[in-house]
């Protein structure tokens, strides 16, 4: 199983960004796609995620109301559609995912709870 992430770049303050990463490999099933962020000198912290079945998402406070998190079933990607973006989300950002049966009791909230991780995609955001 391999993720492949996509979309970083060089932004101005309250442009938009997409990111989108493809998991490949014919997983049996996905659980739970999510997107972390990691800022220099910092820790690497949660961004938001998706349960696959349901569809249900959740997101870090910070980010409510601006991200976006989907998926494409037919094309096992999840997007991060990022609006009004500002200076401090400036961070390379990791999509990262977990399968069954671990997913089920995995914390999508924590880098735990997610057993493959693709490559980091650097977002910068000028202000």
């Known amino acids: 199983v391999q993720l492949q992430a996509c979309g970083g770049g060089l932004v101005q303050a309250v442009g938009s960004l997409r990111l989108s990463c493809t998991i490949s490999g014919r997983p049996f099933g996905i659980g739970h796609m999510g997107w972390f962020r990691q800022a220099p000198g910092k820790e690497r912290e949660f961004v938001a995620a998706?349960?696959?079945?349901?569809?249900?998402?959740y997101y870090v406070d910070s980010v409510k109301g601006r991200f976006t998190i989907s998926r494409d079933i037919a094309k096992t990607t999840v997007s991060l559609q990022m609006n009004s973006l500002k200076p401090e989300d400036t961070a390379v950002y990791y999509c990262?995912?977990?399968?069954?049966?671990?997913?089920?009791?995995?914390?999508?909230?924590?880098?735990?709870?997610?057993?493959?991780w693709g490559q980091g995609t650097q977002v910068t955001v000028s202000s």
């Open positions: 998706l349960r696959w079945s349901g569809g249900q998402a």
């Open positions: 990262a995912a977990d399968l069954p049966p671990r997913s089920i009791t995995s914390n999508v909230h924590s880098p735990d709870g997610y057993e493959y």
